[in-house]
């Protein structure tokens, strides 16, 4: 048990340690959705801003009923509706924020490092939703969560990631969380959109899908982002389907116990079959309900102030040492 | 290493939960409406414990649950966060008398957020609390049921349980001097 961060800004610089502290806190909190009132009063009185400058929606609404759950106070800021349009400056915007009391920042920024800036000028705790092409850190913290509570670790698995890598924060962060926690990572997709440059984060990088997933144990499939790409990154989507889509044929030359992932939103017919989506192996809507989980752990720790972490029996409060003579 | 004292060995532990178990029978006639709740972490061991003897003299299975009060707790902003395990209370506790067993009575704020918690399962008939030690310090209006042992502390000192089901190599309380 490790956690004396402020913010998470990145799984980068995350120690193994840090990553299992979110994770076995998490399963404190899979609990709490699982009952009839699934709300605990772990953030009572705090105020949390959801600054998202980039759309999302599924991100938002999970953090939303996250930081809901906790009993947190909830503002959403979103980039049509906001003053970021009219020309203030990140910066300002976050000043702004603070003078409302905000305790907490979740913010997804199309520009990468937008919330290691935001930590820097701010005394709120930061939470990074998402930013640029950089890093998604509690994606990862999820995909994480689901795979361990499936296979029992996560260490030793061989874990592909399959799709668009090039623009993905969703895949830097799971190599990174991937690679501390000891799984074997390959990477599969056009070379256009996974470059051999992967390979200098240790893991194994690969052209043809077949060879990609014969071994994998767990298949974690990435949407191609036609937003963020500048040019065309392959000849034609359907080219795509043949050489690297998720179909029923490909499945049956993977381990049988080999389980399927997606971030969301999925492209059916895509990079997915339709029918493969929706089979036992697909963990997709698992992942969802996990991210509820993550996400209050993640809030519930940056919570905590400096001070001991060790709780032994029913200890007074540790703030006020009143020694007898 | 700090100077401590052995004031429970394995036996005398065991003979003051056989006792507990019996003042909970004597206290509740109505057996099949008591469940026993664990508070994290000491206290789920002795609850599983205290279960066994309890289904032993009433004849039948006693529910069982376990809590941890990390959320509920009053010094989230002024520590750092604690460990917690998921809470699992697999049955309804309305109407039903709820006995929370936990190892050390200190300060009593484990307790509140102990009750508080409970409110999310249900309303309870009552709730009766059983410990193994109470060593005094209270902070709170609080006072348990059922006590293994009183143990007078001063506030450096520190209690702490050890039981082979948390994988410590024998079962004892120690009272550690600073």
């Known amino acids: ?71 947190a106070d909830v503002i959403n800021f979103s980039a049509d509706a906001s003053s970021l349009k009219k020309g203030e400056t990140l910066k300002d915007t976050a000043r702004n924020l603070e003078a409302l009391n905000a305790d907490f920042i979740v913010m997804r920024h199309s520009a990468s490092g937008a ?51 090039l623009y993905s924060r969703v895949a830097r962060s799971d190599i990174w969380a991937l690679k501390k926690l000891g799984a074997n990572v390959t990477l599969c997709g056009p070379s256009t959109l996974v470059p051999r440059a992967f390979e200098q984060m240790g893991v194994r990088v690969t052209h043809n899908v077949e060879d990609a997933i014969r071994d994998a144990d767990i298949i974690n499939l990435l949407r191609i982002q036609h937003e963020r790409q500048r040019k065309t990154m392959f000849p034609s989507i359907n080219e795509y389907i043949t050489l690297f889509g998720l179909n029923r044929a490909r499945l049956t030359k993977t381990k049988p116990d080999a389980l399927i992932m997606h971030p969301g939103p999925i492209n059916r017919g895509v990079e997915i079959d339709s029918e493969i989506a929706d089979c036992g192996r697909s963990v997709i809507l698992e992942q969802v309900t996990n991210g509820l989980a993550v996400r209050m752990a993640v809030l519930f720790l940056v919570n905590g102030g400096k001070g001991p972490q060790e709780i032994v029996g029913d200890q007074p409060a540790p703030e006020k040492p009143k020694v007898k003579a | ?95 039903k008398t709820v006995v929370l067993v936990d190892d050390v009575l200190f300060s009593g704020r484990t307790i509140r957020a102990a009750m508080d918690a409970l409110n999310d399962f249900g309303r309870p008939h009552r709730i009766q609390l059983a410990v193994l030690t109470d060593r005094g310090h209270r902070e709170l209006p609080i006072k348990a049921d059922f006590v293994g042992k009183n143990v007078p502390t001063a506030l450096t000192e520190r209690v702490l349980l050890r039981l082979t089901e948390m994988g410590d190599s024998v079962d004892e309380v120690v009272l550690e001097k600073p």
């Not at chain 1, 995350?14 to 399963?27: G, H, Y």
């Not at chain 1, 930013?131 to 030793?156: C, N, S, W, Y």
């Not at chain 2, 520590?79 to 209370?89: F, K």
Request: hydrophobic share 40%; glycine share 8%; with cysteine.
């Open chain 2, 1 to 95: 290493m700090a100077d401590s004292t052995v004031i429970l060995n394995g036996p005398s532990i065991q003979r003051a939960l056989t006792r507990i178990a019996h003042e909970i029978a004597e206290r509740n006639e109505e057996k099949g409406d008591v469940v026993l709740v664990g508070i994290h972490s000491g206290g789920v061991p002795l609850a599983r414990r205290l279960c066994a003897l309890l289904s032993g003299i009433w004849g039948q299975p006693v529910p069982f649950g376990q809590l941890d009060v990390g959320m509920h707790r009053d010094d989230l902003a002024n520590r750092a966060a604690p460990a917690m395990e998921p809470t699992v209370i697999p049955f309804d506790v309305s109407g």
């Open chain 1, 115 to 165: 919330p290691h800036f935001l930590a820097r000028v701010t005394n709120a705790s930061v939470i990074n939703a998402g930013d640029g092409a950089h890093e998604h850190p509690t994606q990862a913290l999820l995909d994480m969560f689901t795979i361990r509570e499936r296979k029992g670790r996560v260490e030793g698995l061989n874990v592909t990631i399959l799709g668009d890598i």
């Open chain 1, 1 to 71: 048990m490790t956690w004396n961060r402020k913010h998470l800004l990145d799984i980068e610089s995350l120690s193994p340690d840090e990553i299992n502290t979110v994770l076995d806190t998490a399963r404190a909190f899979k609990a709490v959705g699982a009952r009839a009132i699934k709300k605990v009063p772990a953030l009572r009185g705090k105020t949390v801003v959801n600054l998202f400058v980039e759309p999302s929606t599924r991100t938002r609404i999970s953090f939303e009923l996250s930081e809901q759950r906790l009993s």
